[in-house]
């Protein structure tokens, strides 16, 4: 399948909608994760729908000193990804197009949300985010647009924007996508020297550590309750063998479990990987409501997640993973 190539939004207007229209939109240097997004999209949007991915690079979210100028431009590999993994059009807008006349004197502010984690670390951030999404949404007029769950504050706050100012679009998250060995695909990865990947690789691991130490509990906890706390009930057990079974699910339930567990085993992980060569730089280690990105607390009950961010070397790399405290059972 071969993407049309769209400048402006005259153009992209002018093409005959008969279905819904679904959305994907990106800055380019587009990989896996981007053809995840696109194939979703054309499951979503049907064989009579249509899929347009925006390739733009958004001055307004980039800080001073932050990658602006590095930021990798490959539209012609973009096109080509796109149109394989089923995209209909590539809409491709010059900085003019989007900003005429320069950058915008009223924008979309994020609120107290977009000031938190990834807006404290990078001010201004989630305005210059919400303000181009909203332009993308009134330029592409979907039905439908999909963003990554690996940019989950970034979605929760566009989920929000849609919701509080009556965007009529559905929003949509898809899953983060990993390589082989756990880091989440970015397009900031290349920049990552092999020394550098391999530290890098603590992020998830961290996120992974986390998730195990509360799935661990969880099964022990649902263990733990199915044991009463007897004497008859441990003398039968001990004329069993089971009894020191017993005693571990009952000694490891009550021990500090969690939000807190949780954190601990995640910032294990990112503690030995600031020692490392090169070092893991360690922006924050969150684990947040995902209504309002604010730290759960320990008798929290519902759904997480867990967030990190950390440079290496001069890129600065974020990931997360969505978990659930309350009931029984392994993490989502």
């Excluded at 059009?89 to 950058?103: L, Q």
């Excluded at 990865?189 to 509990?217: C, I, K, P, V």
């Amino acid at each position: 399948m071969t993407a049309t190539l769209l400048r402006t939004a005259a153009e992209l207007h002018a093409r005959a909608r008969t279905g819904r229209r679904a959305v994907v939109m990106t800055m380019g240097a587009l990989h896996e994760g981007h053809a995840t997004l696109i194939r979703t999209a054309r499951g979503i949007a049907g064989p009579d729908g249509e899929v347009v991915v925006t390739v733009f690079v958004n001055p307004l979210q980039f800080g001073a000193g932050e990658d602006l100028d590095r930021y990798p431009r490959t539209l012609d590999a973009d096109i080509e990804l796109a149109g394989q993994a089923g995209a209909d059009a590539v809409f491709a807008p010059s900085v003019d197009e989007v900003y005429p006349g320069g950058e915008p004197q009223v924008r979309v502010t994020a609120g107290p949300m977009g000031e938190r984690l990834e807006g404290a670390a990078r001010p201004g951030h989630f305005d210059g985010v919400l303000t181009v999404v909203a332009k993308l949404l009134h330029l592409t007029r979907p039905d439908i647009a999909l963003y990554g769950q690996k940019d989950a504050q970034q979605l929760a706050l566009i989920r929000r924007m849609v919701r509080d100012l009556n965007f009529g679009v559905e929003i949509v998250g898809v899953p983060t996508v990993r390589e082989e060995d756990g880091l989440a695909l970015s397009s900031r990865n290349r920049y990552l020297s092999h020394a550098e990947r391999r530290t890098a690789l603590a992020l998830s691991q961290a996120l992974f550590a986390g998730r195990d130490r509360h799935a661990a509990q969880q099964a022990l906890r649902a263990r733990a309750s199915e044991v009463p706390s007897t004497r008859a009930r441990a003398e039968a057990l001990s004329a069993i063998g089971e009894s020191r079974a017993a005693a571990d699910a009952h000694a490891v339930a009550t021990t500090a479990g969690g939000p807190v567990a949780v954190r601990a085993a995640a910032r294990l992980v990112l503690d030995e990987a600031a020692r490392l060569t090169p070092p893991l730089d360690l922006d924050y280690l969150a684990l947040v409501d995902p209504s309002d990105f604010t730290e759960i607390g320990d008798d929290f009950t519902g759904e997480a997640v867990l967030a990190v961010a950390a440079r290496v070397g001069a890129t600065r790399l974020i990931d997360n993973l969505p978990l659930t405290f309350g009931t029984f059972g392994a993490a989502s």
